[in-house]
């Protein structure tokens, strides 16, 4: 069967570091998505991998390794406005999101 | 990026009537459209899958004489819950991807609670 597995819930200080861990199982591969959704809104696309490594995008970057079946996405000086929940996704071989149930980040100040 | 709509953005019906719930792209044409739903602390459930011009592909579980989906053109597709009852009551979200298949834009959803 296909699985995505991130944490249920994290908790991280204002100006800090957080990295949201997401491992899948998955018929085939085609790319893995990380979304940000605040509640009651719908999801907004931050990054996207296909090939191994690290993406850079300003406060936030994603990491790859396809062997593994494992990325992480990373937030830096992290603000209040990024308490929201973070969605790991893979592309499938036919180029379905299968998702995962998402990670609620709780920033402290 | 690319923007998609939803309409409405909010509905409030009683049980037994039907809600239709429009998606369109605005700024590129959509081969393919998704019908998201999801419940309140749970993950998005992909309900269909919808091409132009094409019949909707339902996944298991998901009634298709219940939630009829219309796929008329590029840049529209409609979903209608038909005979809406309070189990229904969801975040309704759909998504398109263009010819570049990397990447679903999602609509902002809309949210219906049905009385």
């Known amino acids: 069967g296909q699985n995505i597995d991130q944490p249920t819930e994290m908790t991280a200080t204002e100006g800090a570091i957080v990295q949201i861990n997401c491992t899948y199982q998955?018929?085939?591969?085609?790319?893995l998505f990380w979304y940000q959704q605040h509640a009651g809104e719908a999801p907004t696309f931050l990054s996207y991998?296909?090939l191994d490594g690290l993406e850079e995008k300003g406060r936030f970057s994603s990491f790859l390794s396809r062997s593994k079946g494992y990325s992480y996405l990373l937030l830096k000086e992290l603000q209040m406005k990024d308490s929201a929940s973070y969605l790991c996704?893979?592309?499938?071989?036919?180029?379905?999101?299968?998702w995962g149930a998402g990670t609620k980040l709780i920033i402290k100040p | 990026g690319a923007v998609v709509s939803q309409h409405p953005s909010r509905v409030i019906c009683k049980s037994g009537t039907s809600v239709k719930i429009e998606c369109r792209s605005l700024?590129?044409?959509?081969?393919?459209m998704f019908w998201y739903r999801q419940f309140p602390k749970q993950s998005l459930m992909l309900m269909a899958t919808?091409?132009?011009?094409?019949?909707?592909?339902?996944e298991q579980g998901v009634e298709k004489d219940k939630f009829l989906i219309n796929h008329a053109s590029l840049t529209l597709s409609t979903l209608t819950v038909t005979s809406a009852h309070p189990e229904d009551s969801s975040f309704y979200i759909c998504?398109?991807?263009?010819?570049?298949?990397?990447?679903?834009?999602f609509g902002p959803g809309t949210r219906l609670t049905v009385l």
């Open positions: 998504s398109a991807r263009d010819r570049e298949p990397n990447e679903q834009f």
């Open positions: 700024d590129f044409q959509a081969t393919t």
């Open positions: 919808s091409n132009e011009g094409s019949k909707a592909t339902y």
């Open positions: 998955t018929s085939g591969f085609n790319g």
């Open positions: 991998n296909v």
């Open positions: 996704a893979v592309q499938d071989s036919n180029y379905q999101l299968i």
